[in-house]
């Protein structure tokens, strides 16, 4: 319990810091682009109500999850097949450094004229930005699975399905969640450009229409509600994160105190 709470100490204490100096630099402030910490707090209350957190923020959130999950599908399973035969490595990787050099913003209009301005779009504009570093953390981790190990799992007959869950995925899983983990970053990024492009509602067209309106308080307020989506999105994924890689930072663990 009293490491729970030192964590949480740590991790509360930055974010505290810079709320306080916020606070301090912007006391004072009479720039309309810049309202004091104290007027966006107090708009907080106004702005995100109940019927505003269902009609923006769970879109947002739904859409996020939607593009999340096919792109951590669709990168695992190609990461799988490309990692694992040198020959399809060789085939596959220039078209896919094609690709992962495009901007997934750059592919909106694109994404627009063939998935139309509904949530098709946006939540495919999500999972062509997750969908790389997913996928190439998954190639490098399948690549990187022990060959004594694969080996010894050939020797004792494990083959198909129970290879590739039990060796190979269990092998590459702690590079598949730093790609994991890099993508809901990106995710989050592209739930709110998608958003700003023909929606009718969302955390980013919510931002939009704050800022058209010049109701900038407002607007700071939504910008809060991001960082904070974000913080809660970041400590579930580590929960997730430690009970799936619990075997690998235990191992970790034992290594260091050996040492």
Known sequence: MRG???RLCCALALPAVLLALWWAASDGSTN??????????????????GERLRGDVVPSVLRLAAGYALASAVGVALGTVVGSSRR??????????FWRAVPPPVLVPVIMLFAGI???MKIVVIAAGCVWPILLNTVEGVRAVDPVLAETARSYGITGAARLKDVVLRSASP???????QALSIGIILMVISEMFAASNGLGFTIVQFQRSFALPEMWTGILVLGLLGFVLSVLFQLVERRVLGWYHGLRAATRRSR
């Open 88 to 97: 399809v490595r060789a085939v596959c990787e220039p078209v896919l450094e």
């Open 118 to 120: 509904g949530d098709t």
């Open 175 to 181: 590079q598949i969640f730093a790609g994991l983990r």
């Open 32 to 49: 309309v682009y810049w309202p004091p910490l104290r007027t966006i707090l107090g708009a907080f209350p106004d702005v995100w109500t």
């Open 4 to 6: 729970v709470l030192l």
